[in-house]
């Protein structure tokens, strides 16, 4: 299944990154500093594996499919917690440990993450069993709440209660399957109008599920996408905050001072939106110059695989390792559901 480019969630993507970077005012991307960071990580061979630390839970494929799900509709906004104490990995392992515990019997209803249990969730629940698996309050607990009561609704009304019917309508697209989740679940529709009128397109979370769906199957069926090169960087906090610290991508003086004194910048901002899409484009170009390196030292298999996913998870990492050490400045700070 190939999407027109007027609908396809990577293209617009890309398009509407370009059209805001063109006009840009507050972010800048130095291409001799990207030039650099393309040398640097050309040994890179690949990134860590999706789950080489044994964050994620893998069971029948009905459950793991839904804990991706589940697991990508709660991925956002994590540096409200109290002393910014919990990370992608707490809720990772917090959710793995839950869906470990009610996996038993024949009834695919029992799994606590089955679309009417997801429906019928409340808040009080939510509270009970997942904040004592983590190392701090989960912020945003309410619209957390709805985000899983929508998942839960939409695999029920739209897709008989199965994320491998949906999965399956995909036809083997990855970029179909975003524009199929995003279309399913309101939550997962990461777009916004600019000041200037311009429908703006990130789908953040919708485009991480597919990736994390196309991992945790480890490529195959029904999660062998041939078109995942598609898909753009997940344009979050971690990789801009990396690209800024190497001077990749540059902040005036305004934004530099509101991000390092984290100050938070408003959702729909001219300051958001240009962060998020210089981050989609210096990705891409990573790819694009890295590609070149590699073909011009006679060494093209090296190149095969690579892709702004996978680009995104080398740099994610790093950034981790940056950040973990205390060797980074601070990363620009949203409320937001999307990211």
């Known amino acids: 299944m190939s999407l027109p480019p007027s609908v396809s969630p990577s293209a617009n993507v890309r398009r509407t990154s370009n059209i805001i970077m063109s006009t840009a005012t507050y972010v800048s991307i130095d291409s001799n500093a990207l030039t650099t960071l393309v040398k640097k990580l050309e040994s890179k061979r690949s990134p860590t594996s999706w789950d080489e630390h044994g964050w994620h839970y893998k069971g029948a494929p009905e459950q793991t499919a839904l804990y991706v799900l589940v697991l990508d509709a709660l991925n956002f906004c994590f540096w409200p917690s109290k002393n910014e104490a919990l ?3 707490h809720l990772a392992v917090a959710l793995k440990k839950m869906c470990e515990g009610s996996e038993g019997g024949d009834d695919k209803s029992d799994f606590r993450f089955s679309p009417a249990r997801l429906a019928a969730m409340t808040v009080g629940e939510i509270r009970a069993e997942l904040d004592p698996l983590l190392p701090c309050a989960m912020p945003a607990i309410e619209e957390r709440c709805r985000l899983l009561n929508e998942l839960g609704d939409g695999l029920l009304l739209f897709w008989e209660g199965s994320a491998l019917k949906m999965i399956e309508a995909a ?5 179909a399957l975003v524009h199929i989740i995003s279309r399913s679940f309101p939550g997962f529709r990461d777009t916004c109008v600019s000041a200037a009128g311009l429908q703006c397109y990130f789908y953040k979370r919708a485009q991480i599920a597919v990736a994390d769906l196309w991992a945790a199957f480890d490529h195959q069926s029904p999660c062998d996408f041939n078109d995942i090169n598609k898909l ?10 990396l690209l800024r610290d190497l001077n990749v991508m540059v902040y005036n003086e305004e934004l ?6 984290n100050h938070e910048i408003l959702a729909g901002s001219a300051m958001e939106l240009e962060i998020r899409a210089a981050t989609i484009i210096c990705v891409d170009r990573l790819v694009e110059e890295m590609k070149k390196l590699r073909d011009s030292e006679d060494d093209s298999t090296a190149s095969d ?3 702004a996913i996978v680009m995104d998870w080398l740099l994610w990492q790093e950034g981790e390792k940056k950040e973990m050490a205390g060797q980074m400045k601070p990363h620009h700070k949203v409320r937001t559901i999307f990211y």
């Open 87 to 89: 990370q992608y990995d």
């Open 171 to 175: 036809n083997s697209s990855a970029d």
């Open 305 to 307: 695989g690579l892709s």
């Open 256 to 261: 530099s001072n509101l991000v390092d004194e």
């Open 232 to 241: 753009t960087t997940f344009a979050d906090y971690r990789v801009p905050q």
